[in-house]
């Protein structure tokens, strides 16, 4: 009975959500109360029971030992999100990894405990190395606010990863460079990207927050043409850097790195402090297709002058720009070098009402992009205008 219950309230819930599972019964309440769980087909039952999180899942293991079976088909994960799992342990971890987790494996999000009142850390070397030769197919890693102060090095993350996010995360000193000794990491100055290099098939790469990333640390593992053919992640196509979140961090921008080219990069996207030297060295990336730029605040006259240098990019079609704060030129003193077609752009925006003036700022900002950037598409999401009040 009360697997009939829970089954029950599982359809109900999947039909509030209005996906489709391929097939569709129709069962009154006294019917339910005498129907028996064989007459739903087992693909379908998979179907319904991946509607549920991963909590939900455990959760519905323990109603009887068909549903203990189902629930551990590999279909069901896939794509395992763990960043809603509040009160997250390594008990947990390994609980899952042991019966739960396998060669179904594909992507994994897991959010550690450094912004939690709890603290502490809880993703260690062992489980790390079994789940690495658990789950020989895991190729999306997404790690966010996670403390990686307890691991030696990068070596211990998966080798076979296409698809790797630190987002807020906290890393040692030496965390990407594993080719030199332990001693010899902590007095190190500058930390480098050089061990990625040793995951072949990366091909997205996305460090959002995360700190001991610097411009030498691009250029070590950026693609470049060497002795023996390209060297460094050439299957990389899509990178994200992004501080948007701490304050008070002086050191150079790891983005400016970008200025000795990326081969085979195609989309980069930047975020916060990365934008203003990103942006500059972005005309550097002979393969680049489309750029990102958000949560940021940037200069008429500085856009329009990058955007100048990107024409010389052949394959650059998409510029796209997200929670932006831009800035207008500065007007002329009076009677001072305001040409007739300046004093016409004035006298238009004067004559508009001031909650206008921003949109017709941007859009006069997206006509002056298209002259430079003609076979180029732009786009403006949730941007505004930072406006003189005198």
């Given at each position: 009975?009360?697997?009939?219950?829970?089954?029950?309230?599982?359809?109900?819930?999947?039909?509030?959500?209005?996906?489709?599972?391929?097939?569709?019964?129709?069962?009154?309440?006294?019917?339910?109360?005498?129907?028996?769980?064989?007459?739903?087909?087992?693909?379908?039952?998979i179907d319904v029971l991946s509607y549920l999180s991963v909590r939900e899942l455990v959760r519905a293991g323990?109603?009887?030992?068909?549903?203990?079976?189902?629930?551990?088909?590999?279909?069901?994960?896939?794509?395992?999100?763990?960043?809603?799992?509040?009160?997250?342990?390594?008990?947990?971890?390994?609980?899952?990894?042991?019966?739960?987790?396998?060669?179904?494996?594909?992507?994994?999000?897991?959010?550690?405990?450094?912004?939690?009142?709890?603290?502490?850390?809880?993703?260690?070397?062992?489980?790390?190395?079994?789940?690495?030769?658990?789950?020989?197919?895991?190729?999306k890693l997404y790690l966010l606010h996670t403390d990686f102060r307890s691991l030696p090095s990068c070596q211990?993350?998966?080798?076979?990863?296409?698809?790797?996010?630190?987002?807020?995360?906290?890393?040692?000193?030496?965390?990407?460079?594993?080719?030199?000794?332990?001693?010899?990491?902590?007095?190190?100055?500058?930390?480098?990207?050089?061990?990625?290099?040793?995951?072949?098939?990366?091909?997205?790469?996305?460090?959002?927050?995360?700190?001991?990333?610097?411009?030498?640390?691009?250029?070590?593992?950026?693609?470049?043409?060497?002795?023996?053919?390209?060297?460094?992640?050439?299957?990389?196509?899509?990178?994200?850097?992004?501080?948007?979140?701490?304050?008070?961090?002086?050191?150079?921008?790891?983005?400016?790195?970008?200025?000795?080219?990326?081969?085979?990069?195609?989309?980069?996207?930047?975020?916060?402090?990365?934008?203003?030297?990103?942006?500059?060295?972005?005309?550097?990336?002979?393969?680049?297709?489309?750029?990102?730029?958000?949560?940021?605040?940037?200069?008429?006259?500085?856009?329009?002058?990058?955007?100048?240098?990107?024409?010389?990019?052949?394959?650059?079609?998409?510029?796209?720009?997200?929670?932006?704060?831009?800035?207008?030129?500065?007007?002329?003193?009076?009677?001072?070098?305001?040409?007739?077609?300046?004093?016409?752009?004035?006298?238009?925006?004067?004559?508009?009402?001031?909650?206008?003036?921003?949109?017709?700022?941007?859009?006069?900002?997206?006509?002056?992009?298209?002259?430079?950037?003609?076979?180029?598409?732009?786009?403006?999401?949730?941007?505004?205008?930072?406006?003189?009040?005198?």
């Amino acid at each position: 009975m009360r697997a009939h219950l829970v089954c029950f309230d599982i359809v109900v819930r999947a039909k509030k959500r209005k996906r489709c599972i391929g097939h569709s019964f129709v069962y009154t309440m006294d019917e339910f109360t005498t129907c028996n769980l064989d007459y739903l087909p087992e693909n379908i039952l998979i179907d319904v029971l991946s509607y549920l999180s991963v909590r939900e899942l455990v959760r519905a293991g323990r109603v009887c030992k068909r549903w203990r079976r189902l629930v551990k088909d590999q279909k069901l994960w896939r794509l395992v999100d763990l960043t809603a799992w509040k009160g997250m342990t390594s008990r947990i971890l390994w609980v899952l990894l042991r019966q739960y987790l396998g060669g179904g494996l594909r992507c994994l999000r897991l959010r550690g405990l450094l912004l939690s009142v709890r603290g502490g850390t809880f993703l260690s070397e062992a489980w790390l190395k079994a789940l690495s030769t658990k789950c020989p197919r895991l190729s999306k890693l997404y790690l966010l606010h996670t403390d990686f102060r307890s691991l030696p090095s990068c070596q211990l993350l998966p080798p076979f990863l296409k698809v790797l996010e630190l987002q807020g995360c906290e890393l040692p000193q030496g965390f990407f460079n594993q080719d030199l000794p332990a001693s010899s990491q902590e007095s190190m100055q500058d930390q480098h990207l050089q061990s990625l290099t040793s995951w072949e098939r990366l091909s997205r790469l996305e460090l959002c927050d995360t700190f001991r990333v610097t411009a030498n640390g691009l250029r070590g593992c950026a693609a470049k043409e060497g002795v023996c053919g390209l060297e460094g992640l050439f299957r990389l196509k899509f990178l994200e850097m992004s501080i948007t979140t701490r304050q008070g961090y002086q050191r150079p921008m790891a983005s400016s790195g970008l200025g000795s080219g990326w081969l085979g990069l195609e989309e980069l996207s930047l975020g916060g402090k990365e934008v203003v030297p990103g942006f500059l060295c972005a005309s550097h990336l002979k393969d680049l297709k489309r750029l990102y730029l958000k949560a940021c605040t940037l200069g008429e006259m500085q856009i329009v002058h990058n955007c100048t240098m990107l024409r010389r990019l052949p394959g650059f079609h998409r510029l796209e720009f997200l929670d932006v704060v831009f800035q207008p030129r500065l007007c002329p003193p009076e009677g001072e070098g305001v040409g007739e077609g300046e004093q016409e752009g004035e006298e238009e925006a004067a004559g508009g009402d001031n909650e206008s003036k921003p949109d017709k700022l941007i859009r006069n900002l997206s006509r002056s992009l298209a002259v430079v950037l003609p076979c180029c598409t732009l786009a403006f999401r949730n941007c505004s205008v930072q406006i003189n009040p005198d």
